[in-house]
């Protein structure tokens, strides 16, 4: 009994040691229980138990397809694609991660005229502040990049058509300082993501 005891503890610490930490001691267990259920002449299928369980194990492990959201922000997309009740791969479809800090992608944004569009602008780039690093709000050169960017850019009427969402959507419209979403604003925000992400999806 146990003539390979050696070699088998030696096989099942390196098999423990490919398990995430907090599955450890549990892995440790199954894999020492099954080689001693085996050596003290347990039957086929305890043997065959063993190694389903260990074959679940592994699967268990096998990462899924990763995640482009950086790390830190991860747990906010995962919060708010629940909220909105979409998938966390329909929330990322509407980013660029090839870039830092992580950027919108083209899209088709609602809004019968340019003043509609620079505000709806305003609330994607404050949406994207928020996923990137926890504010709801948008940063002023970034507002008027994108909206150059979605063909909405009106040079004359640019701060005018944003302070049109003064007190309501925004808490106040500065030029050149970030644009902040009121309550009212956030809930808008989230809608139109909500709608773009399902959008992208179909």
């Given amino acids: ?97 090839t870039v830092d800090p992580f950027a919108l992608h083209a899209l088709t944004l609602p809004g019968k005229n340019s003043a509609e569009k620079t505000r709806q602008v305003a609330l994607l780039a404050a949406s994207r502040s928020h996923l990137a690093a926890g504010a709801w709000s948008g940063d002023w050169q970034e507002v008027k990049s994108l909206c150059v960017d979605y063909n909405c850019y009106d040079v004359a009427n640019h701060a005018v058509n944003l302070k049109k969402g003064a007190g309501t959507t925004f808490k106040s419209v500065e030029a050149g300082k970030t644009i902040d979403l009121s309550t009212d604003g956030i809930q808008e925000a989230e809608k139109l993501l909500k709608a773009l992400a399902e959008e992208t999806a179909q």
Avoid: H, W
């Fill in 1 to 97: 009994m146990y003539k390979n005891g050696e070699a088998a503890l030696d096989r099942i610490f390196e098999l423990v040691a490919k398990c995430p930490k907090e599955l450890q001691e549990k892995c440790f267990e199954v894999l020492l229980s099954g080689y001693v259920q085996i050596e003290a002449g347990g039957t086929k299928s305890q043997a065959s138990a063993v190694q389903s369980q260990l074959s679940q194990q592994a699967q268990q492990q096998t990462p899924g397809t990763e995640s482009q959201v950086p790390a830190a922000a991860l747990p906010r997309f995962k919060n708010t694609a629940k909220r909105l009740g979409v998938g966390v791969e329909k929330l990322e479809s509407l980013f660029d991660f």
